[in-house]
């Protein structure tokens, strides 16, 4: 038997926990929020469940009702919030809100019947705040699918993703209406979404004389609340193998209204509530109910860069950071450690993910500062991996596969509405990734017309639409990183670079770097790498860096501190910036068959890349430093092809063998190397013992080293 529920000394209990828990610093938590409330600073009073559960004199009967029956006692703390309400400390300019409720206290007595409800005003129509009950943030959150019938009404806590959200529009709360024939105001409380208006005047005196008094709505008297709709959908790694993704609408109130855009990964906690359906839904509906959650609180994953708030030891460890001077290696190799090598491409991530600042003149020009990137290569050199890394540690990432991808899905579709059936625009993943990452795989599988949609995005940011009467461009200031085979799958180096590339030079010309990677037999690199893959694949972890791996909170953290720089190029850089550029061009101009495209937008490039390097470094102007680093990485990024075309050339084999036995010597510190030893180097590299020998006789010469007669061992001469 369920003992009566005396709503009453509940009330007094919100009471006394509102006027006496104290914080950690031994202030009254709610009473100052309460004060700030009535100096009309803040408009939401937010009930946190783990204060109630930390507080000293807790019921926790009390702490159970509230979380199974949470909407009544938002009301309930509504009326102790009303009570304890203290007297403003500050002045404030009066709204008409203030003047009528004045005008309202006034008429009060003439005004009030007693008997009829439907005088008394309502309190919610004095409130100027609004209340939340808060999940303890500590309860591990639901996946959509794991709210079942049995949560209704209670609060819950979901987590998933933003896929959709309405305009805001107000929701009426109370409506008021005026009497023609007596002059008196009546109120009606709205619950519901949709509420039956009152025609006739229930007030005494139009009773008792018999007139049905006309009542007109009085729009500017009633109260009405923000609202907004939006709809949440289950998170990939949450759906079952062989399932769709669930989807919830989400209603928002009041202060919680624009917190949340299509993408965001939120937590909400909410009360759980069946609705009916109403209109022509509900006669095609039957006696089916739909479910929908109230929001209490939001939760956002990954912040915005701009919205980064850092906390105490996150401030003392960026400064750390930031005085090391290997940080730039350091923060690269912390990008996915568990894939062997590309410290370069790595270090261009990077740099993606910095991005150099917006430019925009005074005409209202703008130059970006995203850096595109694309990675070409053989099969099997990680390249998926990398993307889906960079999509992680990115606060705002989408990743979509060129055959999965339309030109419409990736900018943006013109759709009905199923609620109010008029014609919407739903984003793509590229106005999705605003002020994001779009991470494209299989670049070379997508048709061309659908290519044809990345033109755009890709320099001026924008994606413009003219489609069923509408006609807009929306913003897509995304940085483009896209992943490709070959031409014929794998890269074919009998052909030109143009022919294996295969994509059009006004698309190439878009991307800052375009990095080749080849996947050459090499037995130094493949006996590495193959150690690293067992390794990885025994221990679950990357072998030791020589340091520890930053963590993704930590690399997002000071990535948004070094969003907020903005560098420029000093006077005296131009011409070196300038120079470097003509020479690119002019080594362009002489070969045959240039590896490379090189347009204006290169020399843009060089100043993106300089500009994200300096913001690394914390610096408001851009080094020279930074402009050589950006030219090398232009340079490495098609460095596979260079050391082919120096083999192919067979250029200076006698030269390439002395370098690799000069260095090997170098590297083990000793100025004798055995003659099995240089032949098992050079033979790892793909030449001959008879270059070898060439080579031997041509240096000894030279008097650069000197030979052993017999046994054709070398001996270093130092210079």
Not at 11 to 27: I, M, P, R, V, Y
Not at 310 to 320: K, P, S, W, Y
Not at 586 to 595: I, L, R, V, Y
Not at 676 to 699: D, F, M, P, T, V
Request: hydrophobic share 40%.
């Amino acid at each position: 038997m369920m003992k009566d529920l005396d709503f009453d000394a509940d009330k007094t209990l919100a009471k006394e926990f509102l006027s006496n828990f104290a914080d950690d610093n031994g202030e009254a938590k709610y009473m100052n929020i309460l004060q700030e409330v009535a100096n009309r600073k803040v408009r939401a009073v937010e009930i946190d469940l783990e204060d109630l559960f930390n507080y000293k004199d807790l019921d926790e009967e009390f702490l159970r009702r509230v979380t199974e029956n949470t909407r009544r006692y938002v009301g309930i703390f509504a009326e102790a919030i009303d009570e304890l309400m203290p007297e403003p400390t500050e002045g404030f300019p009066d709204d008409d809100h203030d003047i009528l409720m004045t005008q309202r206290s006034d008429d009060g007595p003439e005004n009030v019947d007693g008997s009829d409800p439907h005088q008394k005003m309502p309190p919610e129509i004095k409130r100027y705040y609004e209340v939340y009950i808060k999940a303890s943030s500590k309860v591990k959150p639901f996946t959509i699918r794991e709210v079942k019938a049995s949560y209704i009404g209670q609060l819950v806590k979901i987590s998933g993703i933003v896929i959709r959200c309405s305009d805001v529009k107000p929701l009426v709360q109370v409506a008021v209406y005026t009497c023609e024939e007596c002059g008196f105001e009546i109120y009606q409380e709205v619950t519901a979404r949709i509420f039956m208006p009152i025609f006739q005047c229930p007030s005494k005196r139009c009773e008792i004389n018999r007139t049905k008094g006309n009542l007109i709505l009085q729009l500017r008297a009633s109260k009405f609340l923000k609202f907004q709709e939006a709809k949440i959908q289950e998170l990939a790694e949450h759906v079952p193998k062989g399932h769709i993704p669930r989807t919830m609408t989400v209603h928002l109130r009041g202060e919680l209204t624009r917190k949340v855009t299509p993408g965001d990964v939120v937590e909400l906690s909410g009360i759980f509530l069946p609705i009916p359906y109403t209109g022509f839904r509900a006669m095609r509906a039957g006696l089916v109910a739909d479910t929908y959650l109230e929001a209490m609180s939001i939760t956002h994953f990954k912040k915005k860069y701009e919205e980064y708030d850092l906390r105490g030891d996150e401030e003392e460890q960026i400064a750390r950071l930031a005085e090391d001077g290997d940080i730039y290696n350091k923060l690269a190799r912390s990008l996915a450690p568990e894939i062997f090598g590309h410290e370069d491409i790595k270090k261009a991530l990077l740099l993606l993910l910095v991005g150099a600042p917006h430019r925009k003149l005074k005409d209202g020009m703008k130059i970006r500062g995203d850096l595109h990137i694309c990675l070409m290569g053989d099969p099997g050199v990680a390249k998926s991996q990398l993307l889906k890394h960079i999509i992680n540690v990115a606060p705002r990432g989408v990743y979509t596969t060129g055959k999965g991808s339309s030109g419409v899905g990736l900018t943006a579709a013109v759709m009905k509405d199923s609620v109010t059936n008029e014609m919407v625009l739903e984003g793509g993943a590229l106005v999705l990734a605003d002020m994001g990452i779009c991470a494209i795989d299989e670049f070379d599988k997508m048709d061309e017309s659908d290519r044809t949609a990345i033109h755009e995005v890709m320099e001026q940011q924008t994606v413009s639409i003219a489609k069923a009467g509408i006609t807009t461009s929306l913003n897509a200031r995304t940085a483009v990183l896209a992943a490709a085979n070959p031409a014929w799958g794998r890269y074919d180096l009998r052909r030109s670079p143009a022919e294996n590339i295969n994509l059009p030079p006004a698309l190439l010309s878009r991307f800052d770097l375009l990095w080749l990677i080849l996947d050459r037999a090499d037995m130094d690199g493949d006996l590495e790498l193959a150690r690293h893959v067992v390794y990885v694949h025994q221990n679950r972890e990357s072998p030791s860096l020589g340091f520890t791996p930053l963590d993704s909170s930590v690399l997002r953290a000071y990535i948004s501190s070094a969003r907020r720089l903005s560098p420029s190029v000093p006077k005296e850089l131009e011409e070196y910036i300038a120079s470097a550029y003509t020479a690119i061009r002019q080594e362009e101009a002489k070969s045959d068959t240039p590896n490379s495209y090189t347009t204006v937008r290169t020399l843009l490039s060089i100043l993106r890349i300089s500009a994200a390097l300096a913001r690394l470094r914390f610096s408001e102007t851009v080094a020279q430093s930074d402009v050589d680093e950006a030219l090398r990485l232009m340079q490495m990024s098609k460095f596979s092809l260079y050391s082919e075309d120096r083999q192919k050339s067979g250029l200076d084999a006698i030269s390439d063998i002395y370098s690799i036995l000069r260095d090997e010597a170098a590297r083990s510190h000793k100025m004798d190397v055995s003659y099995a030893h240089a032949l098992n180097w050079i033979s790892r590299k793909g030449y001959s013992e008879a270059q070898l020998k060439e080579c031997l006789e041509e240096y000894a010469a030279l008097n650069v080293w000197q030979i052993h007669p017999h046994t054709f061992d070398i001996r270093f001469i130092d210079a």
